[in-house]
């Protein structure tokens, strides 16, 4: 299996542009994950999904963030309008639920490394 | 909501010596441990993890140590190889998994 993939690998964007980060997770993963890592908060969980659906975005710092996922192999985090201290590397993960997600191992893909000017 | 500390922040040993890096959680109710390590220019990835009913797990030079009572636990390495320089995360979950701040660890050949 090819891992989780994440595009773009860099992003460099202005002031109030829209951002949009992409993800496949692992095939016939059910949960999935997204990071924003800085040197000042670490690794910072923003959301996450099981089947699809929405589960805990309480992560998500403002509203100018979303996240969605239209099918099984497919994750979008944007950004509308982007701020300088938007700037970090931004992970997505998956798992597969093997009888409550606390067991279940995450794969993070490589990352975004997101730049706001 | 869960609290995980971990430390030191950075880490310095010569090449054959041993590290060790801890972490402590605050809710009592996780039960899952996993460490990560992440290289630069990539994400994290998992070495080695433990459930909250085994007190040690060991695998090869990496072993992780879990105090349920003092809710504190430990990731050591043996016979450290300067491809062991990295970015280590420990993490504490019940449900989701709330990561420490990570510690960089430089093995000098």
């Known amino acids: 299996d090819a891992g989780v993939i994440q595009s773009p690998r860099h992003e460099v964007t202005e002031m109030g542009q829209e951002v949009t980060l992409r993800c496949k997770p692992i095939?016939?993963?059910?949960?999935l994950f997204w990071y924003r890592q800085t040197m000042m908060r670490g690794l910072e969980l923003l959301i996450y999904f099981n089947n699809n659906v929405p589960i805990d975005d309480s992560g998500m710092p403002e509203d100018r963030f979303s996240a969605k996922m239209p099918n099984a192999s497919f994750s979008t985090l944007k950004i509308q309008p982007s701020e300088p201290r938007d700037s970090a590397v931004y992970f997505c993960a998956s798992s597969l639920n093997k009888g409550g997600m606390s067991k279940n191992i995450q794969y993070f893909g490589a990352g975004t490394r997101l730049s706001v000017l | 909501g869960e609290n995980v500390e971990q430390h030191p922040s950075t880490l310095s040993v010569q090449e054959g010596d041993s590290a060790v890096i801890k972490c402590t959680y605050s809710d009592s109710a996780s039960n899952y441990f996993p460490w990560y390590k992440q290289e630069l220019g990539k994400g994290p990835q998992l070495i080695i993890d433990i459930r909250s009913n085994v007190g040690e797990k060991k695998d090869q030079r990496i072993a992780v140590t879990l105090n349920k009572t003092a809710k504190h636990f430990s990731l050591h390495i043996t016979e450290t190889q300067p491809e062991d320089s990295a970015v280590y995360f420990c993490a504490a979950s019940k449900n989701q998994f709330y990561f420490g701040t990570g510690t960089s660890l430089t093995v000098i050949p």
């Open positions: 095939s016939g993963h059910d949960y």
